[in-house]
């Protein structure tokens, strides 16, 4: 007889899990406290214009093409690389890089700043893959059943890196380069770890490797979303099932196992076996009422910044601006040094700009583009008045109009933003911090929350803030490193 399984939540993590546990026979249903299926990873279609609410672009490919492999199916859906990777904007001097992956034309855009600068990424990405493939397979991709089992596997390392993990991203970056700018360009991948290059651990430079040696980045043919349909279309193939507008609120337990789990309305959703596509620390403390994970323990772990997101449609074409373009502000160093705590510093934003209708035309109308803003901001913990929102939102369209060329702030036809708390509400992200708990170096590997529960045998976790962390290609790994879990537990009950 079939194992029936419940997921709770239609994130990536939640139907990468799925689509493995379905392609291997198991009976799989879906319950999601949105109206539609993707988590972040989701999608605006207003007057027109088609959005990406979250990622706008992903790496590692392989990761998919891996998912696929695993359940049976060739890809289904087109992904083109970058190329260039994206741009950079500096305020003031209207400096603006263009990002390659080919280093000879990388080096050209620097060398009147950063000279030498082709030998020093040389030797500064040597670096990083050394990294990258010295803790890759022994930290990242595989699980952890106890501390003494991951620290077992740390001391398996190169401790040539050991001193890499005394530093900050930014402070190994100071060890190949000296100017601001090249410092400021290549530590930009901090941020999209949900944090800044001067709290993020230094070991993460390992992400520069993947940028511009390893895979680069990617889009999807259609934007975004085109991910979550196609993997919706394959899972109704294997017949399972979706409800929406369904919170899950609290639980019934039995001899250690969750028996039931229960939405808003008072249903009870059976199983044997459950899988949490939330974030795997909130859920614990507001389903499960752990102690470990109440409100006032949860308020002192280590979370990412917020994103203050905004979804532009202008009537006229912007044939200066590249799909994937940073613009930063005069004081890139304060705001990143601040950000998460200092509410004062938006005044002067580094933000991010995706033209989604640079290579998706069918994202806006004829004539037209689709905008898509991300300006890092603080969470709820420490900025939670977001009444300014329109105002912030303004300056940047002012600033962004200014450093194109042309005023885009009369031609605008639509508009919705994303604050913090509307990430918070939305998507049950804690005190909206945009992509969970923090790579804290206490909060990675084995001392993240785990992905199988302390005291429910059956119940298990998938997604960002459970191992082996944030990011599109990390959640398709914790698909993988979950269903293994899940595997062994089912081979034990047969």
Not at 96 to 110: A, E, P
Not at 162 to 183: H, M
Not at 223 to 250: P, Q, R, W
Not at 376 to 394: A, C, G
Request: aromatic fraction near 14%; charge should be positive.
């Amino acid at each position: 007889m079939k194992k029936k399984v419940l997921i709770v939540g239609t994130g990536l993590g939640g139907l990468s899990t799925g689509l493995r546990l379905a392609s291997r026979g198991y009976d799989v249903t879906f319950v999601e406290k949105a109206s539609k299926p993707g988590g972040r990873l989701n999608q605006i279609k207003k007057e027109g214009f088609t959005f990406d609410v979250g990622p706008s672009f992903f790496s590692m490919p392989y990761e998919f093409e891996e998912l696929m492999q695993d359940c049976g199916l060739s890809m289904p859906f087109d992904f083109v690389e970058l190329n260039p990777l994206y741009t950079v904007h500096f305020s003031g001097s209207g400096k603006k890089f263009i990002l390659y992956k080919d280093l000879d034309k990388l080096s050209q855009q620097f060398e009147f700043v950063e000279p030498g600068f082709r030998k020093k990424i040389d030797a500064y990405l040597k670096k990083c893959e050394q990294i990258y493939n010295d803790t890759v397979q022994t930290a990242i991709k595989q699980n952890f059943d106890s501390l003494p089992a991951y620290l077992m596997a740390l001391t398996k390392v190169n401790p040539s890196h050991l001193p890499v993990l005394l530093r900050s991203f930014w402070q190994q970056t100071g060890k190949y380069f000296s100017s601001s700018e090249a410092r400021e360009i290549i530590s930009l991948i901090a941020f999209f770890l949900g944090r800044t290059p001067f709290d993020t651990n230094g070991i993460y430079t390992l992400l520069s490797h993947i940028e511009f040696q390893h895979t680069g980045y990617y889009n999807v043919q259609g934007g975004m979303y085109t991910i979550v349909e196609k993997m919706i279309e394959a899972l109704k193939s294997h017949k399972v099932s979706f409800y929406f507008n369904t919170e899950i609120v609290d639980f019934e337990n039995a001899n250690n196992r969750v028996k039931s789990l229960i939405d808003q309305s008072g249903k009870r959703w059976e199983a044997d076996i459950f899988v949490i596509n939330s974030d795997a620390a909130y859920f614990r403390g507001k389903v499960l009422k752990r102690k470990k994970y109440s409100e006032k323990r949860l308020r002192k772990m280590h979370w990412t910044m917020g994103y203050l997101t905004f979804y532009v449609g202008v009537n006229t074409k912007l044939p200066q601006v590249e799909h994937h373009n940073y613009f930063l502000g005069s004081n890139y160093q304060d705001y990143s040094r601040n950000v998460m705590r200092n509410p004062g510093v938006l005044e002067k934003p580094y933000y991010y700009v995706n033209v989604i209708s640079k290579h998706n035309v069918t994202c806006a109308p004829e004539e037209c583009e689709a905008l898509f803003f991300v300006c890092p901001v603080p969470n709820l913990l420490f900025k939670t008045d977001w009444s300014d929102k329109h105002e912030i939102v303004n300056s940047i369209l002012t600033d962004f109009s200014k450093r194109i060329g042309e005023d885009i702030t009369n031609k605008i036809v639509f508009k919705q933003i994303f604050t913090p708390e509307d990430w918070q509400n939305q998507f049950n992200i804690y005190k909206g911090a945009g992509l969970g708990l923090s790579h804290h170096m206490l909060q990675i590997g084995a001392l993240r929350p785990k992905n199988y529960d302390e005291k429910f045998s059956n119940l298990f976790y998938v997604g960002g803030s459970t191992v082996p962390g944030a990011g599109l290609p990390m959640v398709v790994i914790s698909s993988k490193l979950v269903t293994e879990r899940i595997l062994k537990f089912s081979a034990k009950i047969t």
